[in-house]
């Protein structure tokens, strides 16, 4: 199963991955998402695009006006929450039109620790 992971980290953690991989010649499995903070990971995950992430999550290529109807929610106000997603990473453009979330699977992983 394809697993998308975002997670909170630093650039520094990412390039780390990128040089093991290289190294190892060996791809992860999922694929990694990485936030700087906590509060961009929830301003860019609300709870509408957590549910539309649910309904893409190995649906395949769909349009907006699809992806509106799959969550019941107006097509402007979905097309809004894709731009964003799409902004950060989360979700692809799909080849002949339409959006796609190429994954079965969403993983958050954050750690939360004093200040």
């Known amino acids: 199963m394809k697993t998308a992971i ?3 980290g630093a650039p520094a953690a990412a390039m780390a991955d ?3 991989s290289w190294k190892t010649g060996k791809p ?33 290529p769909v349009s907006i006006r699809e992806a509106a109807r799959r969550v019941g929610r107006d ?12 902004d ?7 080849d002949g039109g339409g959006i796609e979330f190429p994954y079965q699977a969403l993983k958050v992983e954050f750690l939360l620790q004093a200040a």
């Open 18 to 20: 990128y040089v093991q």
């Open 6 to 8: 975002l997670e909170v």
């Open 88 to 94: 950060a990473g989360v979700l692809n453009r799909a």
């Open 28 to 60: 992860r499995r999922s694929a990694r998402i990485r936030f700087a903070t906590p509060e961009l990971l929830w301003k860019v995950l609300t709870v509408k695009r957590r549910e539309l992430l649910k309904a893409l999550c190995g649906a395949g």
């Open 75 to 86: 097509v402007k106000a979905v097309h809004g929450d894709i731009t964003a997603l799409l």
